[in-house]
């Protein structure tokens, strides 16, 4: 990138501390947010009128929950494209949960209306609202090895583990990989903590004889603390987890792929969203499984 300057659509709860990030590394970051209040908290983060007001950045970062709200939200920038096309070499940066299937079909559209100017790179982060915090995402890229490499100062500034997978959609299919393995051992946690607190056990404990063995990961580690306690405060709306595991086996069809863990996931955290605790954090799948479970009485106490 000729310049450390950045385009950055969508200020929530992942979005705004990696665009705070980004200006602590330097960038000047102009961003463009449905609502204006997040500004208040972000100084130095510049504000764009509307997201066409991004148009001649050579780099766009979207952080919005799905692909539909970004096609939405670059309706205005397309035209403006399509009226007098970009520089080129224009990357917009989708950052989020998508389909791997729909992004490419996402960069073409931006191809045509760019009149080639411009090309759309996938990367999905991983980390959570922690992670985006203290700028150690990990960065799952679609791309050429070329813009890849163009981009790797602006990636680099949000994330400390940033790979490139291969091309657009790539990273997209890693992040959905990731959400499987995030969301089936978030599940049979949960499961476990509602098993041992119901046998009497003590679930902090538990999980502390776990970390120490072969059952140990940074996912216990992360959302154990908070199945544990019943903290189900949003880091993250458990709902997107339903999403991912969709692209999980939408993308397992395409290839032939027996998924069944993702199955079973996917009705579990459909059964959630059913129980109206999809904007809750991920941790209340073990609400879900506590109320699929039948009533007991009081736990015995263990010895």
Not at 211 to 238: C, F, M, Q
Not at 263 to 291: M, P
Request: net charge negative.
């Amino acid at each position: 990138m000729t310049n450390q300057r950045v385009g950055f659509v969508g200020l929530g709860l992942m979005g705004a501390p990696m665009a705070a990030n980004l200006v602590r590394a330097g960038w000047t970051v102009t961003a463009w947010n449905r609502s204006d209040a997040v500004f208040e908290d972000l100084p130095t983060v510049q504000r764009a009128k509307n997201v066409a007001g991004l148009r001649d950045e050579d780099a766009i970062v979207f952080m919005l929950p799905d692909l539909p709200f970004i096609e939405d939200a670059a309706a205005d920038l397309l035209a403006s494209w399509r009226n007098q096309p970009p520089k080129p070499g224009t990357a917009v940066v989708i950052m989020s949960s998508v389909s791997p299937t729909a992004v490419q079909q996402f960069g073409a559209t931006v191809q045509e209306a760019s009149s080639g100017n411009a090309m759309v790179v996938d990367a999905p982060v991983s980390g959570g609202t922690a992670g985006a915090q203290s700028g150690t995402l990990a960065i799952m890229v679609g791309t050429t090895e070329p813009v890849f490499e163009t981009l790797q100062p602006l990636l680099g500034a949000m994330g400390t583990t940033v790979r490139r997978m291969g091309p657009l959609g790539s990273g997209s299919l890693a992040k959905a990989c990731n959400q499987l393995i995030v969301g089936t051992t978030t599940a049979a946690l949960a499961e476990a903590a509602e098993l041992a607190e119901r046998s009497g056990m003590e679930v902090g404990a538990l999980f502390d004889v776990l970390s120490g063995g072969l059952a140990g990961s940074r996912v216990l580690d992360n959302v154990g603390p908070r199945l544990a306690s019943k903290d189900y405060a949003p880091t993250g709306p458990a709902k997107f987890m339903h999403k991912d595991l969709g692209f999980v086996l939408t993308s397992a069809e395409a290839v032939g792929s027996a998924v069944p863990m993702a199955s079973a996931a996917i009705e579990l955290y459909a059964e959630l969203k059913r129980q109206g605790l999809g904007d809750q954090d991920l941790a209340v799948v073990r609400q879900t499984i506590a109320n699929l479970s039948r009533p007991h009485a009081a736990s015995a106490t263990t010895k």
